[in-house]
């Protein structure tokens, strides 16, 4: 069965302290790796879109990559703002979401 | 701003009760989605619609019910025979259209049983 496996399922970091969230994914034919953040109580939101491998995507402090079996998406010098769960998503003939990793960032 | 407007954000439901949750987007986006979340687990796919009048079942669509009579608007109503109901609901939208497309979403409703 296809599956999207995020980790780890918690993160807690400093403020400051760069890391990286994992998605790894057994689809085949995948069309798309989509990356959300997601607030407590409210809709997912959008931020980058992953199509081959070797690609990369950047907004402010996060930086997404895709290989062949999986995304990370890289927190440099994370900020308290960071805070919130990041959903990963992929497409090949309907959407599968991850767990998603919780993050907390800490002053 | 276009968006999408879950309403209400809360919601209980009684015994034997149906439930309809409210989905309105002003994207012109062709698709439209529920998802229900539960904590620990990734969005599962209830129902979606491609077009209006045209909706199909996703992995979990037992006792759930959808209509798409306005390309705008996609209500879920949660039947008496869906059991296990608590959980936050999502609505997403995307444009139709070659390649792979991102889904954009509401901010929720959280339905509870009294």
């Known amino acids: 069965e296809d599956q999207v496996t995020q980790s780890p399922e918690a993160l807690r970091l400093q403020e400051g302290e760069s890391s990286s969230l994992n998605c790894s994914y057994t689809v085949s034919g995948l069309r798309g790796l989509f990356w959300y953040r997601q607030d407590p109580g409210k809709g997912p939101e959008f931020l980058f879109t992953l199509y081959s491998a070797g690609e990369e995507k950047e907004k402010e402090r996060l930086k997404a990559t895709l290989t062949k079996k999986e995304s990370f998406l890289h927190i440099t010098a994370p900020k308290p703002e960071d805070s919130a769960t990041y959903l990963c998503?992929?497409?090949?003939?309907?959407?599968?979401f991850g767990a998603g990793t919780r993050l907390t960032v800490k002053p | 701003d276009g968006g999408i407007t879950q309403s209400p954000k809360y919601l209980f439901r009684k015994e034997g009760q149906n439930v309809t949750l409210s989905c309105e987007q002003n994207l012109n986006h062709d698709a439209m989605y529920w998802y229900r979340q539960d904590p620990g687990q990734g969005l599962r796919l209830i129902y979606y619609s491609q077009i209006v009048n045209d909706f199909q079942k996703g992995d979990i669509a037992e006792g759930y019910s959808v209509s798409r009579e306005k390309k705008e608007s996609f209500p879920l109503t949660v039947t008496s025979a869906q059991k296990n109901p608590t959980a936050f609901y999502l609505c997403?939208?995307?444009?139709?259209?070659?390649?792979?497309?991102?889904?954009?979403f509401g901010d929720g409703t959280r339905l509870s049983i009294l």
């Open positions: 997403a939208s995307s444009p139709s259209g070659p390649g792979s497309k991102p889904q954009h």
């Open positions: 998503a992929v497409q090949y003939n309907d959407m599968r």
